[in-house]
T-cell receptor, first 113, second 116 residues
């Protein structure tokens, strides 16, 4: 069964600190991996999308990495801000069934002043 | 939330009633999707459509129906057959379903459905 596991489930950090969120997946063959940010009660917003040939992608203070060999991805947030408080969702698409993506349960990040 | 609108934002219905959730996009995307989100769980795919007049069942299609008569619109009907319909419903769209960067999905603001 295709699965996406995210860790930690929740994380609390102080404003200005860095943090790294993890995503492990079993989807194979793999097509693309996406990271989204979801504020409470709102729709997810895309942060990065990486295909199997890419191993890093940045979007401002957000940097995603991908190791397709170990089926792991990470999202690194630099110099966190209060507005970074949200749920971060990892999504993986299957190569032959790209319409059906597998979503992780998300990591809830809280940034405190 | 980009060019995707969902209405209404909050919806209440009585048990046994069908209800239709609206989703419209002006991004000229070919593909559209419906997801359900329950507290503490990942998004689950209900239906998706790669092109007008065509759609495929997702992982939890039972009790739901859709139509895709126009490229811009992908309404979702929650029927009385859906046993536990209270949830947050999200609509999304993408340029295509190819397995590459064109798969990037853009989400609407969501509709929170509560069954009374």
């Amino acid at each position: 069964k295709n699965q996406v596991e995210q860790s930690p489930q929740s994380l609390i950090i102080l404003e200005g600190k860095n943090c790294t969120l993890q995503c492990n997946y079993t989807v194979s063959p793999f097509s693309n991996l996406r990271w989204y940010k979801q504020d409470t009660g709102r729709g997810p917003v895309s942060l990065t999308i990486m295909t199997f040939s890419e191993n890093t992608k940045s979007n401002g203070r957000y940097t995603a990495t991908l190791d397709a060999d170990t089926k792991q991805s990470s999202l690194h947030i630099t110099a966190s801000q209060l507005s970074d408080s949200a749920s971060y969702i990892c999504v993986v698409s299957h190569y032959t069934n790209a319409g059906k993506s597998t979503f992780g349960d998300g990591t809830t990040l809280t940034v405190k002043p | 939330d980009g060019g995707i609108t969902q209405s209404p934002k909050y919806l209440f219905r009585k048990e046994g009633q069908n209800v239709t959730l609206s989703c419209e996009q002006n991004l000229n995307h070919d593909a559209m999707y419906w997801y359900r989100q329950d507290p503490g769980q990942g998004l689950r795919l209900i239906y998706y459509s790669q092109i007008v007049n065509d759609f495929q069942k997702g992982d939890i299609a039972e009790g739901y129906s859709v139509s895709r008569e126009k490229k811009e619109s992908f309404p979702l009907t929650v029927t009385s057959a859906q046993k536990n319909p209270t949830a947050f419903y999200l609509c999304a769209s993408s340029w295509a379903v190819t397995g590459g960067a064109l798969d990037e999905q853009f989400f609407g603001p969501g509709t929170r459905l509560t069954v009374l």
